[in-house]
């Protein structure tokens, strides 16, 4: 009887803390006649309470023990559960997880017993076993019997944990197997004439194929048919259809005993629109001319399952040498990403979040990750050639075409995902692969996957966590941009031979092939996992080197980096694993001395090629730079150890800057060059500026520190011009400065003059000490009376110089200056001392600007190189960086005081703040900053090409082609790159004719 309102019996208590939800309703059925027996044995109810659903279980527990023929028959199984754990688990934990396998034991309560046979350390049935188990079947009604009796076996051995994921999805398809087979053996027995006319093959395809079935899926096969031996070959394939269609119905259609699964032709040559059986012949005819790329990654899991196997064979062993040679038709790779994608955009809105299998993170992520590699890498090595998805990539990460790392992930993840569709699928045995929405569905799958406190909550985030571990490593192994290139390369080169180098190298272009190959074979000689990785990356490297003008620097500058950095776990896994390193190193290492140079000083500077989180080559900000120098310079022991680590990080952030731009100029196969070149040349501009900034404001902390502890005697800043100033100094830049300062407060001004000279004499001193570190010199040569006049100067005497004293080109330069470093107060008053010179209220005279005029001519005259090509020349050639500036800045000093938008120290900005302001049309605007972007951007291409500064075009030919390759142009086009600077340079010397000299 049931307890009485308000109370609560001894067995409702029991049943809650056993895990049922309805305790009111498990008591009831408690109380039905003949289950007094389960009531009183806590065995019995710990067992209950350890299934997924302990309410579904008893329910289906109460309708076996009703539908056993009579009263001996339920004892026994009452009897048989006490006494026997093996059977309990397994009864019960199929009970508690398939409400379905509950309803076919009610139907058939004589099944139960099959259970009793299997023990724990005992078998993991194959084809042969679950034939046998079918072999009395001869209907359909009888063959699902069968079926479901077999699946109650495997489901037991699941539920309970005697197999794992992967175990109980080959099972799975051994049973399909095994079931495909008797409904061949059927139909034949229907139609034993068709039988006797032709020879049918089945062949399994997708997770029947590969050995990972569902519980429920549909079962894709192709039919290959033959003629019989004096057979008409037409009549023999309408046979073969005839029984194949029989077949495919038997284990399709829905009977009283419902249906087995739908098996699926529509992976035929043609699809739905081919003809169901096709002779051998045939097949291969089509998969020759016809096939689609996603044709061949199905094949992957082709197996010959049912019929005649050895014509099954037949056609594998004609097939399978086009699967391996899929990887060489063209698009391959985009081919199969746009396939998954397509799948994707399939999927009904409201389904994406739910959906496990074909969803963002899901199973297919993993699969079509898997299958990708194997085709691209399988060609040369055959031990990646497995259906089965988890064995491929236990293989991958053998063979170190995957990280060991990221293998277990994905094989963990794997699992769980699988383990979670399976048991969705079991309850009802229908084929979804939607997470269900009701909590009651969500709980118990939770504990069925072992999730026993706050299972749907848990369920939740170990879902969402092995899904964004899926989405991330499926990103990073499918549209790794080195598999384009590899699929790309012809058979046996994914692995290079000696020879094979030797060729391809010579092919490419490489000068010197017998000293790449004894590279190449330093780097991939040997059975190691680093050599593995190498063989798998070299090819491609390769390619990337050719693509440059010095191929040979590229693979010996490689060579130089992977054995300073061999040893290092993360070198070769980050080449293989993220994006675009690979391709990042290959530009910067063949793209001349200066990026190599630095990079070998430091290689491990290589991790910031990697297009990880951090962004590797965004460069980083002024305040960003300053922060880490002067933390760095705050560590050292004394000045000289400050300003060490400080160059440091200037070598480390120039080779970053060099890199980004490197890679915008040469594009890479996933991101297109960069069509702004002058967003290029502001990007090294700035960043060099703010480094150079940056470092000598920790070169200030570490001489103030060392000299005078937390406080100089004086305040002092630092002020940048030129260049520097104007965020503009390419990679061999000096750094023109004016140092500046005043006094504290009760600090005489002599000692306060003593220490800043001192100052400024350590400062230079410390930057100019030799090392392995790009130099930074600093040149203060524009200060007032130039080299005659003091090194610093106090704001009081800077006021009184430039009052009485100042020339018109100590104004011209003062346009450029810009606080740096140091004061910022001090910088900010300087900048309000200097701004009515730098720009007159009255503009400026005639006499001032023909005085301009004069001194750029006398420049130009007096500083040209002998001998060199006026016309070729970056910095003082006609429309080179000099016109374009010079006509700015007169702009600038005649109409500063009166266009806000003219007052600023960069030159691009000035100019384009010229062309709003009317003082310029837009075309000369444009051809103007055409000008000065291109002769900026050769002279940061000779110094990348070359490791020193120069102005000019080189004259060797591989630099100059070089600095063609930088500039965008191709092999044997450095006389096109030369013609055109020449007409840009000729276009902008024409609007500074007019703007600069002829008095407007």
């Not at 009610?106 to 099944?111: E, I, K, S």
């Not at 049973?175 to 409904?183: C, D, E, G, P, V």
């Not at 406080?711 to 990679?731: D, V």
């Not at 500036?885 to 703040?913: D, I, K, N, S, Y």
Request: hydrophobic share 45%; charged share 25%; with cysteine.
């Amino acid at each position: 009887m049931t307890s009485a309102p308000g109370r609560r019996s001894s067995t409702f208590t029991r049943l809650l803390r056993h895990g049922f939800t309805d305790p009111s309703g498990a008591e009831q059925l408690l109380d039905t006649a003949g289950l007094t027996a389960v009531r009183n044995d806590p065995v019995l109810l710990d067992a209950l309470g350890a299934t997924a659903d302990p309410d579904l279980a008893l329910l289906g527990l109460v309708r076996l023990l009703e539908a056993q023929d009579g009263a001996t028959a339920r004892q026994e199984l009452l009897d048989t559960l006490i006494a026997a754990k093996p059977l309990r688990d397994r009864l019960l934990g199929v009970l508690g997880a398939s409400a379905a396998l509950g309803e076919h034991l009610a139907r058939h309560p004589g099944d139960w017993r099959a259970l009793v046979t299997y023990e724990p350390r005992d078998l993991h049935p194959g084809v042969e076993e679950f034939e046998r188990g079918l072999a009395g079947a001869t209907d359909p009604v009888g063959l699902r019997i069968a079926y479901r009796r077999c699946l109650l076996s495997i489901a037991a051995r699941d539920v309970c944990g005697t197999v794992d994921v992967a175990q109980t999805a080959a099972e799975l398809a051994d049973l399909a197997t095994a079931t495909l087979r008797a409904a061949l053996r059927i139909a034949g027995a229907a139609a034993p004439e068709d039988a006797a006319l032709c020879r049918l093959a089945v062949i399994a395809m997708g997770k029947c194929g590969g050995h990972e079935l569902n519980y429920v899926s549909d079962v894709d096969v192709i039919f290959v048919g033959e003629a019989a031996d004096g057979a008409d070959e037409d009549k023999a394939l309408r046979a073969a259809t005839r029984l194949a269609s029989h077949m495919m119905r038997i284990c399709s259609e829905t009977t009283v005993e419902g249906s087995i699964w739908p098996v699926d032709a529509n992976l035929r040559p043609e699809g739905r629109n081919g003809p169901l059986v096709r002779t051998l012949a045939s097949h291969l005819a089509y998969y020759q001319r016809w096939a689609k790329t996603w044709e061949f990654q199905a094949l992957l899991k082709a197996r010959p399952v049912a019929g005649d196997l050895a014509l099954g064979e037949e056609y594998l062993a004609a097939l399978q040498p086009l699967v391996w040679q899929a990887a060489e038709r063209e698009n391959f790779v985009a081919d199969v990403q746009k396939m998954r994608r397509r799948v994707v955009e399939t999927i009904p809105a409201a389904e994406v979040d739910r959906q496990l299998k074909l969803g963002p993170g899901g199973l297919r992520d993993v699969e079509f990750a898997v299958q990708l590699l194997q085709l691209v890498h399988g060609r040369a090595d055959a031990s990646l050639r497995s259906g089965t998805t988890l064995d491929a990539l236990k293989a991958l990460a053998a063979g170190g075409y995957v990280g060991r790392s990221d293998a277990a992930q994905l094989d963990d993840a794997y699992r769980f995902l699988r383990s979670m569709e399976h048991r969705i699928q079991l309850y009802r045995l229908r084929r979804t692969h939607l997470v269900p929405e009701d909590e009651a569905d969500l709980r118990r799958l939770g504990r069925s996957l072992g999730l026993r406190t706050d299972p749907v909550a848990t369920l939740h985030r170990e879902w969402r966590r092995h899904a964004s571990v899926v989405r991330r490593l499926h990103e990073k192994l499918f549209y790794r941009p080195l598999l384009d290139a590899v699929a790309a390369l012809a058979p046996g080169e994914a692995r290079l031979s000696a020879e094979a180098a030797r060729e391809r190298m010579v092919a490419l272009g490489y000068a010197d092939p017998a000293a790449a190959l004894r590279h190449l074979e330093a780097l991939a000689s040997g059975v190691s996992r680093k050599a593995a990785i190498q063989r798998t990356l070299l090819p491609v490297l390769l390619g990337w080197f050719a693509d440059s003008a010095d191929p040979d620097a590229g693979l010996l500058n490689f060579r130089k980096v992977s054995d300073a950095l061999g040893k290092t776990p993360w070198y070769l896994r980050l080449l293989r694993d993220e994006g675009a390193a690979a391709e990042n190193l290959a530009r910067v290492l063949s793209a001349g001395r200066l990026a190599p140079d630095l990079l070998m000083r430091a290689p491990e500077a290589v991790a910031l090629l990697g297009d990880g989180d951090g962004g590797g080559l965004a460069v980083r900000s002024r305040a960003h730079l300053q922060q880490e120098i002067l933390a760095a310079v705050g560590r050292a022991d004394n000045a000289v150890q400050g300003v060490t680590a400080a160059r440091g990080v200037r070598r480390r952030e120039l080779f970053r800057t060099c890199a980004a731009d490197i890679v915008g100029s040469y594009g890479t196969e996933s991101q297109p060059v960069e069509a702004d070149q002058g967003a290029l040349v502001d990007l090294v501009g700035g960043a060099v500026s703010d480094l150079t900034a940056a470092t000598l404001a920790g070169t200030l902390r570490a001489v103030v520190r060392e000299g005078w502890g937390d406080t100089l005697p004086t305040r002092f800043a630092i002020i940048g011009m030129g260049r520097f100033g104007g965020h503009e100094l390419g990679y061999g830049s000096d750094a023109d400065v004016l140092f500046v300062h005043e006094p504290r407060d009760g600090v005489d001004e002599r000692e306060a003059s003593e220490a800043a000279h001192k100052v400024v004499a350590e400062m230079r001193r410390l930057l100019q000490i030799p090392s392995a570190d790009p130099p930074l010199l600093v040149d203060a040569d524009l200060r007032p009376e130039g080299k005659s006049g003091p090194l610093v100067r106090t704001l009081k005497s800077y006021e009184a110089y430039y009052r009485r004293w100042s020339l018109v080109w100590e104004r011209h330069a003062l346009l450029r200056a810009e606080h740096v470093a140091g004061d910022e107060d001090l910088g900010r008053r300087f900048t309000e001392l200097i701004d009515p010179l730098r720009y007159p209220a009255d503009g400026l005279g005639e006499d001032a600007v023909r005085e301009i005029r004069r001194l750029k001519a006398r420049m130009e005259s007096e500083r040209l190189p002998r001998g060199a090509d006026p016309k070729l020349h970056a910095k003082l050639g006609p429309g080179g960086l000099s016109d374009v500036e010079w006509t700015v800045q007169l702009l600038q000093l005649r109409h500063g005081a009166g266009e806000p938008g003219l007052r600023t120290t960069r030159t691009r900005e000035a100019l384009a703040a010229a062309r709003a302001a009317g003082l310029m049309s837009e075309e000369d605007a444009g051809i103007l900053d055409e000008a000065w972007v291109l002769a900026t951007r050769v002279r940061n291409a000779v110094m990348l090409v070359r490791g020193r500064a120069g102005d000019t075009f080189p004259t060797v030919p591989r630099e100059l082609a070089a600095v063609g390759r930088y500039l965008g142009y191709g092999p044997g086009h450095a006389g096109d790159m030369l013609d055109a600077y020449r007409r840009t340079a000729r276009r902008a010397r024409g609007v500074v004719e007019e703007l600069f000299y002829g008095g407007s």
